[in-house]
């Protein structure tokens, strides 16, 4: 089995969450150099939040960058439509070279503007936050791993990458109880999948990006220092950089700060 990613043929990806935000930044990397990716969401109108774009929107910008977009519009709660999806590139490319499990609903509350409510204690949170985090995030991205396992297995070399986040233990004030657990079980989940998906050579990692500059952040510069921060594009572009590590087999299991992977591949995140 060879590790060269979809050596001699076209490399397939599926983004999940890719109508904006780090999705899209994902998709239009893996779209620059050469991939088709299949990219997923619900929006497929401009008024769903004030941030949203759609994924036909993300499929002609992959298609721009020199890729082949191809938009699925995807219920991630709905576990039948991404069965659906599975089975439709399955028949479709006979394949699947990198599965990024990106989508997460947690951010609705914030894009609605309430700023001051998203660092609030647990007792003066909505209960829906949690159920946001969990079921369009954590089970969304166990659903997709589940679901794509078999065509993964059928590929050489493939690559599960869910995007995560590390919240410092001194900072968990800042982020909320619900964030910190839904971001605790993505890692949780890259690491039984590497486990138990290693002896059928599918490599599975989380990944940590720092700040983002999102549509949705960007709404709230002024609260922020973006002197640091990264591009949704740069993100894309430390994994792009992953998929073509020889080596990554190696780092199955692990969780990787984008930051680190930069540093590791040479890629710009930030720009």
Not at 31 to 42: E, I
Not at 135 to 143: E, K, L
Not at 144 to 168: D, K, N
Not at 216 to 237: C, I, K, N, T, Y
């Amino acid at each position: 089995m060879t590790d060269r990613m979809g050596a001699g043929v076209s490399r397939v990806a599926w983004v999940t969450g890719a109508s904006r935000g780090i999705g899209k930044g994902i998709a239009r990397a893996l779209g620059a150099a050469g991939w088709t990716v299949y990219v997923t969401a619900r929006s497929t109108s401009r008024a769903a939040t004030p941030e949203a774009g759609t994924v036909q929107a993300t499929a002609g910008e992959v298609q721009t960058a020199g890729g082949q977009g191809i938009a699925v519009v995807c219920d991630h709660g709905d576990d039948a439509a991404v069965a659906a999806t599975a089975e439709r590139i399955t028949a479709e490319q006979g394949r699947l070279d990198l599965l990024v499990n990106n989508v997460w609903a947690g951010y609705e509350r914030l894009n609605a503007g309430a700023w001051e409510e998203w660092n609030a204690p647990l007792w003066e949170q909505p209960l829906e936050l949690f159920d946001a985090m969990f079921t369009h995030g954590v089970r969304a991205h166990y659903v997709a791993t589940a679901l794509c396992a078999p065509l993964l297995m059928m590929t050489p070399g493939s690559l599960v990458v869910t995007v995560s986040f590390a919240v410092p233990e001194d900072e968990q004030h800042a982020f909320g109880a619900a964030y910190g657990m839904a971001k605790a079980a993505d890692d949780r989940l890259a690491v039984a999948a590497a486990a138990q998906l290693r002896p059928h050579g599918v490599t599975s990692v989380a990944i940590h990006p720092g700040l983002v500059r999102t549509e949705g952040v960007m709404r709230f510069a002024e609260h922020l220092d973006l002197s640091a921060s990264q591009s949704p594009e740069g993100v894309g572009r430390a994994v792009v950089a992953l998929t073509a590590d020889s080596e990554r087999r190696a780092l199955t299991g692990q969780t990787l700060g984008v930051a680190a992977l930069a540093d590791r591949y040479g890629v710009d995140v930030h720009s």
